[in-house]
Structures are given as C-alpha cells and as structure tokens.
Nanobody, 125 residues
C-alpha cells in the first residue's frame, strides 16, 4: 500500500503561483511513476503532468506546458507541481497519483494504482 497526501492548494489571483506537494509513504517511492490530475466541477478527471520513476522523463497536458513544472525528491518521498501564470480555467481539485508500472503510459488514469484525497486550487479572475 501507498498513502499519498497532497498539500499546497488554495485561492490565488490569475497570474499568481502555487506549489503543490504530494508526500508518499508505505512503499519504495523511487520505483513509482507519479502523476498529477485535476477535476473541475461537472468535468471528468484529466491528466495534468507526470514524471517517470527515474525522474528522467516528464509529460504535460498542452494547456499547462510552459506554466507548470513537475519534479520529485526521492529522498523526501515527495512530488511537486509548481504552477505559475495561473488562469481561472486551472480551478479544480488536484490529485496526486502513483503508478508502480515503471514504463506504463503516464497519461492514463487507469495506469495509476494509488490516489491522494485531493487539494482544491481556485484561481480568481
């Protein structure tokens, strides 16, 4: 089992920044691909960003490229999502997820075995 706890969400004005953190416990964090997804009211949960277990590969949905950065610190069992130039359309609950498939497709929700409880991000215009 892996437990994931997100933090860092909040209310921010458009153009502002937030950094989300996801702390993992329970199994060897360094062997998990890690992803961030988000879900806005009335919409499906969508892929935002992911980072391979090695840290050598990252992926982003087009709408956040150039604004968001995913990173990981395996010594701290933590993955981060730095979000800059936030827009009102970024408003959603953000979820951290872990996949122990090493080389699985990182954009697919069903690749992930463990999920956090989510943290709310609200961007005001």
């Amino acid at each position: 089992q892996v437990q994931l706890v997100e933090s860092g969400g909040g209310l921010v004005q458009a153009g502002g920044s937030l950094r989300l953190s996801c702390a993992a416990s329970g199994r060897t964090f360094s062997r998990f691909n890690m992803g961030w997804f988000r879900q806005a009211p009335g919409k499906e949960r969508e892929f935002v960003a992911a980072i391979r277990w090695s840290g050598g590969s990252t992926d982003y949905v087009d709408s956040v490229k150039g604004r968001f950065t995913i990173s990981r610190d395996n010594a701290k069992n933590t993955v981060y999502l730095q979000m800059n130039s936030l827009k009102p359309e970024d408003t959603a609950v953000y979820y951290c997820a872990a996949d122990d498939g090493l080389y699985g497709p990182m954009r697919r929700r069903d690749s992930y075995d463990y999920w956090g409880q989510g943290t709310q991000v609200t961007v005001s215009s």
